[in-house]
């Protein structure tokens, strides 16, 4: 089975300023890594995601995390934030199969104040 | 990727009726999902659907009060039943495109408020 821990329920930032979105994960086995971000009043959509090779992944959107398997860390960055990333962030794990159920933290609540 | 429409958007409800939610994929899915999110909380699965067998559900859901119907690899309904306003939340459909894909792609939700 699996778990996830965002350490954060709300983070507030003032815009371009950096933020760090922390995610923690457990498992007994090998896992797919996401994090979906969710708009005010909109479904959930896919911000990134680990699966293997560089630990580094970045979205088209600037925020970027690194996979720490001794942490089991998956922290989502943003050196600069916009008004508009003001959203939940979800971090999510998958069992390391093709089909498979998502587990997902608590949620990280990003606003971005002027 | 997957496009998922969700039927209804949002309703609200008189407690003790049942609502169904209708869940559409654009393409064939093997597995589809149900999540809750109650308000201010995260995602929680209740069933994963697969066509042709009997969903399977989360600890602390039941059949009885959230049947889920799977008729083809593309359509799948799930019915909240006697409702009470503690099932208020946000339900979402999900589906998994299996080899070759690791995401998983989500409806736009159906927001229920039961009174």
């Known amino acids: 089975a699996q778990s996830v821990t965002q350490l954060d329920s709300q983070v507030p930032v003032f815009e371009e300023a950096p933020v760090e979105l922390r995610c923690n994960y457990s498992s007994s086995v090998s896992v797919y890594l996401f994090w979906y971000v969710q708009y005010p009043n909109q479904g959930l959509q896919l911000l990134l995601k680990y699966l293997s090779g560089s630990t580094l992944v970045e979205s088209i959107n600037g925020f970027e995390a690194e996979f720490n398997k001794s942490q089991t860390s998956f922290h989502l960055r943003k050196p600069s934030v916009h008004i508009s990333d003001t959203a939940e962030y979800f971090c999510?794990?998958?069992?390391?199969?093709?089909?498979?159920?998502?587990?997902f933290g608590q949620g990280t609540i990003l606003t971005v104040h002027p | 990727s997957a496009v998922i429409s969700q039927k209804p958007s949002r309703d609200i409800c008189q407690r003790g009726t049942s609502l169904t939610i209708q869940c559409q994929v654009d393409s064939q899915v093997t597995m589809m999902f149900w999540y809750r999110q109650q308000p201010g909380q995260s995602l929680t699965l209740i069933a994963t659907?697969?066509?042709?067998?009997?969903?399977?559900?989360e600890s602390g859901f039941v059949i009885d009060k959230f049947p889920i119907s799977r008729p083809n690899l593309t359509f799948s309904t799930l019915t909240v039943s006697n409702m009470s306003p503690e099932d208020s939340s946000i339900y979402l459909c999900s589906v998994d495109l299996g080899v070759g894909f690791t995401e998983a792609f989500f409806g736009q939700g159906t927001r229920l408020t039961v009174v």
């Open positions: 999510a794990v998958k069992g390391g199969t093709s089909y498979g159920k998502l587990t």
């Open positions: 659907a697969n066509q042709g067998s009997e969903a399977t559900y």
